[in-house]
Every structure is written in structure tokens, then in C-alpha cells.
């Protein structure tokens, strides 16, 4: 037969083991939670007699007879607030229930875990005031859906600023792929869409915010543009990929939890590591990280089987996954491309390309390639084809002012010499 306590004493077990760990984890002294229970100090030892022998159970009135189901013993309680102090101060309740399981072997219930760090005041008591939304179900196989967000935070623990790109199947929660860089921009997102594509096939739909280089808006606030597409945009298409525009947090829930969750666990495990740079950081997320997540909070999808689909032999990724620009060929065939000549060879298709009009592909690891139709007709190795033409104009007005300075030296001191030898 299963006994259940009265609400009086239950309130009162609970304000009391409440004081006991604050007591415990260091946060008040044993006199102070005798002065905030209003007993005396031999009955404050006397309860913690009792806690050390009964755990929970001796915060119950004990002239009841009836056991406790809830018991914790002391010397294991205050281990476990202890880690959570000196080691684990910036873990979640998840987080670090995981490592108290995985790391430690420490079994207890995840509840008992919560109630316990918010009673030693070493997290905060949350009340949810969300309001009342209708769950969106998951696609039932994977491969229909995939998310792609970036989540903004100090992930260095160094004060500065960066950006977590990921991407993931809505089916089963698995990440495929992700990438810490300093600001997210189109390169690292086509980049990533190009490796989940070779790596796992074609997908049915995108599901992203409304980043710029996601989706083109003429006014803000508006729809996005159906016409005007984006690169990554223009890519989607020519694959047959359903772009999916995000228009409030809300409606992407399942992206905002999993920025959460990766902010309450990705920071801790780097400092663990004690991991400072963004090219560390990449190593450790795509090694060991991304395993891990998987491990955790992948889930069973509804349905078997798969909806990605295989790359088909005729399809280049390569000219798919880039940015493509449109130029005319100049008389001398050259194309004037980001402050570059590119100049075109000789080749059996023309006598001349004058006039004609091109594509240019800026390919992702920074090479060009200049295509005529289905022909490429000219290759250009990378040389910082990203870098900011603002930039370059400043480094031009700096290598002009250099070249200015020595010459008004050097005619400085032409005239000194002069004015030397007039004097003799």
C-alpha cells in the first residue's frame, strides 16, 4: 500500500531541505539556517544527524513511521553540489545530469537533481508564462526537412562575439554538420549545404530565417522576393530544394531550443578543454562533438527509410555551389571581375570572345572559373577574392601616401645637398 504524505508536511520537509543545502553547498553558515528556521543550534545538528542517516526521509516528521520516497544521503549530496560549485558552475541541469551519469557514475533522478541545485540557490527557480502554441510535427522521414541556423553567443569565453552555424535533419534531430566562424555569411553556409549534400544525397526542403543571403526582401518587414533569388537561393533551385522562410523565432522553435541547448553545453565543453581559438574549436566540434550530440538527442523518426536523394553523375556541385555573376568580354578579351583582369586564352570554340557574354564562377575555396555555355574557357587560381573591396581601396590610399612620403624625402633631400654645395 502506497503512503502518501500530508501537503503540510511536505511544504515543511521541503523549506527545510531547502535551508539544509544552502547549508551544505556553502552558501549560508549552520548557525544562520538555525536563525532562518527558528530553532535552536542542537536542533539544527540534530536535523543534520538526521540527514546524514535518513537523507530526505529524516526531514519527515518520524513519529509517522512511513518511509520517504525520496532518499539521498549526505555525503552524496554534497559531493554532487560540490562539483557543481567548483567544477561544473556554468553547466545547465541537463548538461551536467549527463556528467554526473556518463563522467562519474552517479545515478539519480534528473528532478532530484534540479530541486536540489535550485534549493542550494546554485541555479535559478523558472516559471514558464509562454504562451499556448500548437506543436508543428516532425517530418516523418529524414532527409524531407533540414534546418540550418546560426546562433550568435561568446563561445571562446573571451569576451568576443562569434557565430555558430549548423545544420540538421527535422526527423530525427541528427546535426550534420556544424562550424564556429567569426560573423555568419553566405560562404559558410553554401559551404555547408555542399558538404550535407555529398555527404548525405539531396534534400526536399531548407527551413531558415530570413538572412539576406537566404531569401532577398524588398522592404522590411515584407515577404521575401519569389523572383529575386539569393545565390544560395539560386543553388537551392537548381537542385530542386524547397527554400522555407522563417518569419518569427516563434514558428522555429525547434532551431531556437537546439541554439539553447548548444549554448548551455558547446562554451563549458570548451573550457573543460580550455580551447581559445576558433580553429581549435572547429576540431573538437566536428571530432568529438558532433558525435557526442548525436549520441544524446538523436531521435527515432516516425517512418523508415530516406528521402535524401543521390547526386546525379551529370551535376557538378561545384558550379552549383558558388556565386555565379554574368560579364561581358571586353575587346581584348579580358573580363573586369572584383578589381581583377582576367585574361581568356586562345580556344577552338572562337577566334575571339569580344562582346560575348560570360559566366563567372567565384568558387568557394577562392579559385574562378569563366564559363562559355557548357565550356570552361578560363581558370584563375584564388587570390583573396573575399577580401572586402573597401579594404583594398584603404590598402591603395596607404600604398599611394607610402610612395608620396619617399618621394618628398627623397626631393628633400636633393635640395639640402643643393643648398650644400651653393653655400660652398
Known amino acids: 500500500m502506497q503512503v502518501y504524505y500530508p501537503k503540510p508536511a511536505l511544504e515543511r520537509a521541503m523549506k527545510v531541505q531547502e535551508v539544509i543545502l544552502r547549508a551544505i553547498s556553502g552558501q549560508i553558515l549552520w548557525m544562520e539556517a538555525a536563525d532562518i528556521l527558528g530553532i535552536t543550534d542542537r536542533q539544527m545538528r540534530r536535523w543534520k544527524r538526521r540527514y546524514e542517516i535518513y537523507g530526505y526521509d529524516g526531514l519527515y516528521d518520524r513519529r509517522r513511521k512511513v518511509p520517504s520516497p525520496r532518499r539521498v544521503p549526505l555525503e552524496k549530496a554534497e559531493k554532487i553540489l560540490k562539483l557543481y560549485r567548483e567544477k561544473y558552475f556554468d553547466f545547465n541541469v541537463s548538461h551536467f545530469y549527463d556528467k554526473l551519469r556518463n563522467v562519474h557514475d552517479m545515478k539519480m533522478s534528473y528532478n532530484w537533481l534540479r530541486l536540489a541545485l535550485q534549493g542550494a540557490g546554485l541555479i535559478e527557480k523558472r516559471t514558464r508564462h509562454d504562451k499556448h502554441r500548437k506543436r508543428r510535427p516532425r517530418r516523418?522521414?529524414?532527409?524531407?526537412?533540414?534546418?540550418?541556423?546560426?546562433?550568435?553567443?561568446?563561445?571562446?569565453?573571451?569576451?568576443?562575439?562569434?557565430?555558430?552555424?549548423?545544420?540538421?535533419?527535422?526527423?530525427?534531430?541528427?546535426?550534420?554538420?556544424?562550424?564556429?566562424?567569426?560573423?555568419?555569411?553566405?560562404?559558410?553556409?553554401?559551404?555547408?549545404?555542399?558538404?550535407?549534400?555529398?555527404?548525405?544525397?539531396?534534400?526536399?526542403?531548407?527551413?531558415?530565417?530570413?538572412?539576406?543571403?537566404?531569401?532577398?526582401?524588398?522592404?522590411?518587414?515584407?515577404?521575401?522576393?519569389?523572383?529575386?533569388?539569393?545565390?544560395?537561393?539560386?543553388?537551392?533551385?537548381?537542385?530542386?530544394?524547397?527554400?522555407?522562410?522563417?518569419?518569427?523565432?516563434?514558428?522555429?522553435?525547434?532551431?531556437?531550443?537546439?541554439?539553447?541547448?548548444?549554448?548551455?553545453?558547446?562554451?563549458?565543453?570548451?573550457?573543460?578543454?580550455?580551447i581559445k581559438t576558433i580553429t581549435e574549436a572547429n576540431k573538437y566540434l566536428k571530432t568529438e562533438y558532433l558525435k557526442d550530440h548525436n549520441k544524446r538527442f538523436v531521435r527515432k523518426p516516425e517512418q523508415k527509410g530516406s528521402a535524401f536523394m543521390p547526386v546525379p553523375k551529370t551535376v557538378d556541385l561545384d558550379k552549383i555551389f558558388c556565386f555565379k555573376h554574368e560579364r561581358s568580354v571586353n575587346n581584348d578579351n579580358t573580363i573586369s571581375f572584383n578589381n581583377r583582369i582576367l585574361q581568356i586564352g586562345p580556344s577552338e570554340l572562337r577566334v575571339s570572345f569580344a562582346k560575348c557574354k560570360v559566366m563567372v564562377y567565384e568558387h568557394l575555396d577562392g579559385s574562378i572559373s569563366v564559363g562559355y555555355g557548357p565550356h570552361m574557357i578560363g581558370y584563375y587560381p584564388p587570390k583573396n577574392l573575399y577580401t572586402n573591396s573597401h579594404n583594398s581601396q584603404k590598402e591603395k590610399v596607404a600604398k599611394r601616401k607610402r610612395a608620396a612620403?619617399?618621394?618628398?624625402?627623397?626631393?628633400?633631400?636633393h635640395l639640402l645637398e643643393t643648398a650644400d654645395i651653393l653655400t660652398c
Request: charged residues 25%; contains cysteine; positive net charge.
Open 140 to 274: 516523418p522521414l529524414v532527409g524531407m526537412m533540414l534546418h540550418m541556423d546560426g546562433s550568435p553567443c561568446d563561445w571562446l569565453g573571451n569576451g568576443t562575439m562569434c557565430d555558430l552555424i549548423h545544420a540538421y535533419d527535422d526527423a530525427n534531430n541528427r546535426l550534420y554538420d556544424i562550424e564556429l566562424v567569426k560573423e555568419e555569411d553566405a560562404i559558410t553556409c553554401m559551404r555547408m549545404l555542399k558538404t550535407v549534400v555529398e555527404k548525405k544525397g539531396i534534400f526536399c526542403s531548407l527551413y531558415t530565417d530570413r538572412a539576406r543571403h537566404f531569401f532577398v526582401t524588398k522592404k522590411a518587414g515584407e515577404d521575401v522576393s519569389k523572383d529575386n533569388l539569393s545565390q544560395i537561393g539560386r543553388a537551392l533551385q537548381e537542385l530542386g530544394i524547397h527554400p522555407i522562410p522563417g518569419y518569427s523565432p516563434q514558428a522555429r522553435g525547434r532551431s531556437e531550443r537546439l541554439n539553447k541547448t548548444l549554448q548551455g553545453r558547446i562554451p563549458q565543453e570548451l573550457r573543460l578543454r580550455s
Open 405 to 413: 612620403t619617399i618621394i618628398n624625402q627623397k626631393r628633400t633631400h
